[in-house]
């Protein structure tokens, strides 16, 4: 009998426990819904007075009749440029409100492979010129005119790890090489057919070991301290690496410290003429 009475003692605590997790879990989940609505209501709000500081910032710059003086005009580009930086943070917060919450959305198109080295060069060749720092972009010759994916989101990781690369390299080279393999595999990611690989290579820093997986952690940085000697919020990685996913891909880092990093964008590479099943990004 009494055995028969520790058993059902056992059994009742042991149900308790599991409704309590059960509550704990519904609670965790919920506050990460409100975290996450909170972080795109409070951007969006954001953004609207912040646009109306920039477009005027930026006519005051413009100095249209010539009634601003030197040093009134350098007042006006930093507010401008301070504000541009505000409105990328707040761009970022939003988009990884977005992720997390799975509402962003993936637009798949044709994406020309071809111009890509000359917009990159675009965005970049002045930054590099200025740092006196080497940047080159290879396409490699098996890679294909077109394939499948997110152009803007594309550009967006891409924008990202060449944007670090400048910023944690003072001498050296930034160069990009996008080359075609036939089939990929690493600890963390298994590509089922071919994958078209961006490799961003740098002479910079480096990261050590024990921070190669955190720094993919929002809001983390290798030094996060307020002194610390570069800017930013520690969540370009996250994003660019959750929007990889997001594309059927991954983003794996190869570092060593003082000598550089290499951070590569794989993604599936699916073409226009291939035998597949058109890739619909639903089904990932
Ligand atoms: P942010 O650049 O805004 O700090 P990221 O998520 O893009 O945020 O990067 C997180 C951290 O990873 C950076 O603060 C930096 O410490 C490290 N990091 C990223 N890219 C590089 C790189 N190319 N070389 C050295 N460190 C890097």
Excluded: W
């Excluded at 149900?15 to 819904?33: D, G, V």
Aim: include cysteine.
């Amino acid at each position: 009998l009494t055995v028969n009475k520790e058993l059902e003692n056992q059994k009742y605590v042991a149900e308790n426990a599991a409704i309590e997790l059960e509550r704990y879990n519904e609670q965790l989940e919920q506050s990460s819904r409100y975290k996450s609505e909170f972080l795109a209501n409070m951007s969006h709000e954001l953004r609207t007075p912040l646009n109306s500081m920039l477009i005027l910032s930026q006519l005051l710059t413009e100095n249209r009749n010539h009634t601003l003086t030197e040093e009134e005009l350098g007042y006006a580009s930093v507010i401008y440029n301070s504000g541009s930086d505000l409105l990328s943070m707040i761009n970022d917060i939003l988009d990884l409100s977005k992720v997390e919450a799975g509402k962003m959305l993936v637009e798949m198109d044709a994406v020309n492979l071809t111009e890509l080295p000359s917009l990159l060069q675009g965005y970049f060749g002045k930054l590099a010129e200025a740092q006196n720092v080497e940047f080159n972009v290879t396409l490699n010759p098996e890679v294909p005119d077109l394939f499948f994916t997110d152009e803007m989101r594309l550009h967006q990781i891409l924008r990202n790890l060449l944007s670090n690369a400048f910023k944690f390299t003072e001498q050296g080279s930034v160069t990009m090489e996008i080359t075609k393999l036939a089939a990929y595999s690493d600890q963390s990611y298994i590509a089922e057919g071919p994958v078209l690989a961006f490799a961003v290579q740098d002479t910079g820093i480096g990261i050590s070991e024990e921070n190669r997986e955190l720094i993919f952690e929002a809001f983390r940085q290798v030094d996060g301290t307020t002194a610390r000697k570069f800017g930013g919020t520690g969540l370009g990685l996250s994003i660019s690496q959750q929007l990889a996913q997001l594309l059927g891909g991954h983003i794996s880092l190869e570092s060593e410290e003082g000598k550089g990093s290499t951070f590569t964008l794989y993604l599936p590479c699916r073409e226009l003429d291939s035998e597949e099943e058109p890739f619909h990004p639903a089904e990932l």
